[in-house]
């Protein structure tokens, strides 16, 4: 789909937030508080969406935390700008979420995690009257005001501001939700470094953008009528567009899914950690339509906790959210116990939750790995081989030693995964007069022992061990057998295989 088609679609195109929303789930932390990197503002979904009238959910009885304490009703009189999320058991200021929700670090409680703390509630320092004092929530009650007052006398702001401006406007952001596109559908980064003698920030958004107005005639026109509180190019918008567009992927996704050839459909997830220690899980559905397989992501999401439980939930959750039917379900997983344990794993749990049987398939290839991976281990020579194998990348990734080495580069040894094996063997054996060269080049060459004895002393101890016989024959060996799987990891992840030609 077209971006402008979305956008008229939405009817929102005329005033896009400032700041990027989602439907994530929020998370506690060990106090009670929510996690705000969880969050993104309006994440309760019991709360007002962004443009629509504040919610004030009134109950009987609100929810007591340990200490006897609760959300008090006759708190909206005097607060009006106040309202509750139910399902986070929070308070947060109307006004600042939808006016002003990244107006000030020191708030963000009202519009991000939520106010909790029922005790200081009505305290004149750290309660809701300190945050009525706050320059942003003065700003954002005028704001909510002045709304108010273009809804009793009908003057919206695209009543107010004239037809061939607004198009103007209209015109702007779709050019600028049009550049983000294309860099994100052909990964790029959009922000880069910050040039502080010049104060600029150096990414290829700006960079684009600018160089799109030279080109553009009529986006030129419409730049001199932009507000200069207004232009859009914040890394929050840039944020808001790309979620905007994961979305118009996500709804694509789950329309196929809904008209595919047959209801059945797999789904497909697995987790890794990133450099923060975080763990990033992916989901992916499995199905059929028009006569070809197609597998589709549904997102990548981070959690916290890596627990069987935890798992099942997010998953269910991420389904029944994207509205897809689970009467048809299978699943499709790796072999770890957390996902494939016959009581406690994810399958299991999933075909608890939903109360029936529903087909688990350790992945094939999967398997492929794992014995492959554990044969390596067993046998010593093998072992001490890739041993190797992992000194050469770590030595060959040194500056120094790059500058040197004129083949291709050597890879970090993918241990989970044989198909790295493979790839790390095809590059030495292709390139071991050329690892050997470099090696010796290194050693000799008294500038670089100058730099650092330690490498000039390690290169000495790799080039023997790769003139041994037993490194050599292993190298012929492993390229030969592991060579012959090859076929095999194709065919495995080809999108056309499937139980029935296995």
């Avoid at 072992?383 to 990348?393: E, G, I, R, T």
Wanted: contains cysteine.
């Amino acid at each position: 789909m077209d971006i402008r088609q979305f956008f008229n679609k939405k009817r929102a195109i005329d005033s896009v937030p400032d700041t990027s929303g989602s439907n994530s789930k929020s998370q506690k932390n060990a106090d009670g508080s929510t996690n705000l990197s969880s969050l993104t503002s309006s994440s309760a979904p019991d709360l007002a969406p962004k443009g629509e009238d504040i919610k004030q959910i009134i109950l009987a009885n609100y929810p007591k935390q340990e200490n006897n304490r609760s959300f008090q009703v006759n708190w909206y009189k005097r607060f009006l700008w106040l309202e509750y999320s139910q399902e986070l058991n929070a308070a947060f200021c109307y006004a600042c979420r939808q006016f002003q929700p990244n107006g000030s670090k020191g708030h963000t409680v009202y519009t991000y995690s939520g106010f909790s703390n029922w005790k200081n509630a009505t305290d004149l320092n750290n309660g809701f009257p300190a945050h009525e004092k706050t320059a942003v929530h003065i700003k954002a009650m005028q704001m909510w005001n002045e709304k108010k007052i273009r809804d009793l006398t009908g003057t919206a702001v695209s009543t107010l501001i004239n037809s061939d401006i607004l198009q103007k406007y209209r015109y702007y952001v779709k050019s600028i939700a049009e550049i983000i596109q294309f860099l994100t559908v052909n990964e790029l980064a959009l922000r880069g470094n910050y040039d502080i003698e010049h104060e600029q920030e150096r990414g290829l958004f700006l960079n684009l953008f600018k160089y799109t107005i030279k080109k553009d005639e009529k986006l030129a026109e419409c730049l001199p009528h932009i507000p200069q509180n207004a232009k859009y190019t914040s890394p929050d918008i840039q944020n808001e567009i790309i979620a905007i567009l994961a979305e118009m992927v996500r709804e694509q996704v789950v329309g196929d899914l809904k008209t595919a050839d047959v209801p059945w459909f797999t789904l497909l997830e697995d987790g890794t950690r990133d450099k923060n220690n975080r763990e990033n899980v992916s989901i992916g559905i499995r199905y059929v339509k028009n006569g070809e397989v197609f597998e589709s992501l549904l997102g990548i999401y981070t959690i916290e906790k890596l627990d069987a439980k935890t798992f099942t939930n997010m998953t269910l959750n991420i389904l029944n959210d994207n509205g897809i039917d689970t009467k048809h379900l299978s699943q499709c997983y790796d072999g770890a116990s957390v996902m494939s344990g016959h009581k406690g794993g994810v399958a299991a749990l999933i075909q608890k939750s939903l109360g029936r049987f529903i087909p688990y398939v350790h992945c094939f290839n999967h398997r492929l790995h794992l014995v492959v991976v554990r044969t390596i281990s067993e046998i010593d020579s093998i072992k001490h081989f890739f041993d190797q194998a992992v000194m050469l990348h770590e030595f060959f990734g040194h500056g120094k030693v790059a500058a040197i080495y004129r083949g291709k580069s050597i890879g970090r040894l993918l241990e989970q995964r044989w198909s790295g094996h493979i790839a790390i063997v095809k590059v030495i054996f292709s390139n071991y007069t050329e690892i050997l060269r470099s090696l010796d080049e290194f050693k000799n060459d008294r500038s670089f022992i100058c730099w650092s004895v330690y490498l000039s002393v390690k290169s000495v101890g790799i080039k023997s061990v790769m003139l041994e016989y037993d490194f050599r024959f292993t190298l012929v060996f492993m390229k030969k057998l592991l060579g012959l799987l090859e076929p095999a990891d194709s065919a495995l992840q080809a999108r056309t295989i499937s139980l029935g030609n296995q």
